[in-house]
Nanobody, 124 residues
Framework: QVQLVESGGGLVQAGGSLRLACAASGSTFSSYVMGWFRQAPGKEREFVAAINWIGTPTYYADSVKGRFTISRDNAEKMVYLQMNNLKPEDTAVYYC?????????????????WGQGTQVTVSS
């Protein structure tokens, strides 16, 4: 079992930055591919970024490449998402997820480990 708790969301102006954090519990954290998804109002949840258990490689949605950076600290059981040059279209609830896998080009959480989400709002 893994429990995930996100933090760091908030309101920011376009062009600004935020750093999301995800605190994980569970002894198997360091073996999991971890990642971030987001869901905007009226839209489906979408993949944002993922990171392998050793910290590399990393994977990003095209919409955030060059602006977002995912990282992890296995000793502290933390995953981070540094978001720079934020745009209004980045507004969404951001979810941390554990034990990710990829089928074709689709990322999904194998065992359904999700956090409760943190709201990110980017004003224009």
């Amino acid at each position: 079992q893994v429990q995930l708790v996100e933090s760091g969301g908030g309101l920011v102006q376009a062009g600004g930055s935020l750093r999301l954090a995800c605190a994980a519990s569970g002894s198997t954290f360091s073996s999991y591919v971890m990642g971030w998804f987001r869901q905007a109002p009226g839209k489906e949840r979408e993949f944002v970024a993922a990171i392998n258990w050793i910290g590399t490689p990393t994977y990003y949605a095209d919409s955030v490449k060059g602006r977002f950076t995912i990282s992890r600290d296995n000793a502290e059981k933390m995953v981070y998402l540094q978001m720079n040059n934020l745009k209004p279209e980045d507004t969404a609830v951001y979810y941390c997820a554990a034990d990710l896998s990829q089928y074709n080009t689709t990322w999904y959480a194998v065992d359904g480990y999700w956090g409760q989400g943190t709201q990110v709002t980017v004003s224009s």
